[in-house]
């Protein structure tokens, strides 16, 4: 393997905080009921068809505009309370596996469906970090379909077989199978069939790769 494609949120960094606190701020203005069980449903899904999980205990149904404002909504609410990240967000676990792997002579790319990904970059000091940034701003399909991975890899001109997808959700496992990259899997997504390296701490990649 000559490159690591690492999903965003979850894996480098965990903004799940930030999104509940988006969500659950329309949904109570809507009225419609929304815990952090359901929040957990929306982790590597699109921003629209996350809408349309928290919609599903509406009263009533709405129009394609309504929801494009909805979600409009939530990203404005998601990223005003990014501005709360810096660079202390990043561990220093993940910060020094990064730069071992970078020194042990691997591209580092980011396959995310988030379309604010190059903003927690920067709010992170992670700008211009990555050989390669693929995110919701390039991808019409989002996980489980393997797009986002399949455009890291062509913007870092390698194959699939010669790159690993780093995951914490099983659709983006899914994803990296499709895709026919091999993966390794923390958190729920170490314990999907398809996971090639289920693994405990994001350092564990050392082990794998060098």
């Known amino acids: 393997m000559k490159a690591v494609i690492f999903d965003l949120d979850g894996v480098i960094c965990f903004t799940d905080k930030y999104h509940y606190q988006a969500w659950k701020a329309l949904a109570d203005r809507l009225g419609?009921?929304?815990?952090?069980?359901?929040?957990?449903?929306?982790?590597?899904?699109?921003?629209?068809?996350s809408l349309d999980i928290?919609?599903?205990?509406?009263?009533?149904?709405?129009?394609?505009?309504?929801?494009?404002?909805?979600?409009?909504?939530?990203?404005?609410?998601?990223?005003?309370?990014?501005?709360?990240?810096?660079?202390a967000d990043l561990s220093d676990e993940v910060?020094?596996?990064?730069?071992?792997?970078?020194?042990?002579?691997y591209r580092l790319a980011i396959g995310s469906s988030s379309r604010n990904t190059k903003l927690i970059l920067s709010r992170l000091g992670l700008s211009d970090y990555?050989?390669?940034?693929?995110?919701?701003?390039?991808?019409t399909r989002s996980k489980p379909d393997p797009e986002v991975f399949l455009m890291a890899a062509e913007m870092l001109s390698l194959p699939p077989e010669e790159c690993l997808v780093v995951e914490d959700a099983k659709a983006g496992i899914e994803a990296a199978h499709a895709g026919g990259f091999r993966s390794a899997g923390v958190g729920e997504a170490s314990e999907?069939?398809?996971?090639?390296?289920?693994?405990?701490?994001?350092?564990?990649?050392k082990t794998i790769l060098l």
């Open 130 to 139: 990555f050989d390669a940034i693929s995110d919701g701003t390039n991808i």
């Open 32 to 49: 419609i009921y929304f815990d952090e069980q359901i929040n957990n449903r929306l982790r590597g899904v699109s921003r629209m068809a």
């Open 95 to 105: 910060k020094e596996t990064l730069d071992t792997l970078r020194e042990g002579g």
């Open 54 to 87: 928290v919609l599903e205990r509406a009263q009533q149904s709405y129009t394609q505009e309504e929801k494009d404002a909805f979600a409009a909504e939530k990203n404005a609410t998601y990223v005003e309370l990014l501005q709360q990240m810096s660079p």
């Open 192 to 205: 999907h069939p398809d996971c090639t390296y289920p693994i405990a701490h994001f350092s564990d990649l």
